[in-house]
């Protein structure tokens, strides 16, 4: 599929961010995370109703990109050291791309080099230098239909600050859902300490790329499946109300486990991003900067049901309780957040355990995204970490898509593995 980048611009917000607001500050959470990017991509098919042009779909992303911009200002600034944005409007990245090729091949039956080549930045979770914090690529099919390629800097934004960003994105675009600001009181609650001991850790293997060849696979779970998944863990646990989330976490950890041909003596560990919106009572969806705690749950059996495992992660998800957010938010905060990452940061460089990271977007309205020709078709990401595993809503109801990055040895085992043990299922 020929893709050619044939526009290259910087898309400045259509008034100057105030002088009051060109420093914005980062919080000590922010400060623990390493810069690199965070690629989303929603797809629409060519809709002959709506009677819209590429060329007017294309003046109409940049034009509500600029006005967006005003609310989301520090996504058009540069970074000023360790602790701050300097919001100067100079502007997000923007490409557009000719697509010689039809948006449902690759709905239908996607490919990841493919994939890859419909994001602007192609360090999918791995370090990069590049300056700006939000970059687009705006992808135009010859079939008609259009990609929208996203990449928000990690160092400032999350998940949930991205989805938020795209939700404003489209109000203003679309103007038939009320816009929603976006709340900066981030740095006021987790205040930034500039400590030399807590950079953003650089060396760690999160952030390494591998010497190895990777390769990345979706798998999909109907809602069906997940049901029957379910059902298995409220008679044999004591887990009476398991989440998708949970179910489809510890059946793929379990297979990845098997995989990646784990010891019996052997240790693995799944660290998963636990978002503090709505805990912390002045935290909303629309909080802006990365707004989360990790946790971990850990396996010390190759043997280990899968239904165990969703017992392990639900206490591990519970261990971002009440007393710890407000342990958080107290005099300790600061201590309690860098002994979060350092936990982190040990057992990645010790190397004695296999460490999975997983990632859930599920629940998040992706599917909703209207700019104004109809909602996407299908969303998709791409990350380049050994052992990730990322997961989205599928367009189904109640589905879950779940993308893994293995060494391709461990793939071909990991294929074989959810095979087997979904075919009483399908």
Known sequence: MKIEIVCTELIKPSSPTPPELRDFELSFIDERIPPAYIPLVLYYSFDERTNIKQSEISDCLKKSLSDVLVHFYPLAGRM?????????????????AKVDGKISDIIECPEVEVLDKLIPYKSKGNITNAEEQLAIQVSLF???????????????????????????WASVACTKSKFIHPIFNSSSLFPPRNTPDFKPAIRSL?????VIHLVTKRFVFSESVINALKSLVINNSSIANPTRVEVVSAFLWKACIVARRITKFGKSVAFYPVNLRGRVPTLTED????????????????????????????????????????????ENGFELVKNNFMQ?????????????????YCRFPLYETDFGWGKPDWVSASFSIRNTIFMLDSKSPGGIEAW????????????????IELQPFT
């Open 344 to 360: 982190i940061n040990k057992l990645l460089c010790q190397g004695d355990c296999e460490i999975f990271r997983f990632t859930s």
């Open 142 to 168: 010859s079939c008609g239909g259009i990609s929208i390629g996203i990449c928000i800097s990690h160092r400032i934004a999350d998940g949930s600050t991205l989805c938020s960003f795209i939700k404003g």
């Open 404 to 419: 893994i990055v293995m060494a391709e040895d461990d793939m071909k085992k990991l294929e074989q593995e959810i095979c």
């Open 287 to 330: 909080s802006f900067g990365n707004i989360f705690q990790m946790t971990s749950a850990i396996n010390f059996s190759e043997t280990a049901n899968w239904i165990h495992l969703v017992e392990k992660l639900r206490a591990a998800f519970g261990e971002i309780s009440s007393d710890y957010i407000n342990e958080l938010l107290g």
């Open 206 to 210: 999160a952030v390494q790329p591998p």
């Open 80 to 96: 000023d050291g360790q602790i701050s944005v300097n919001c100067n409007d100079e502007g997000v990245l923007y490409l557009e």
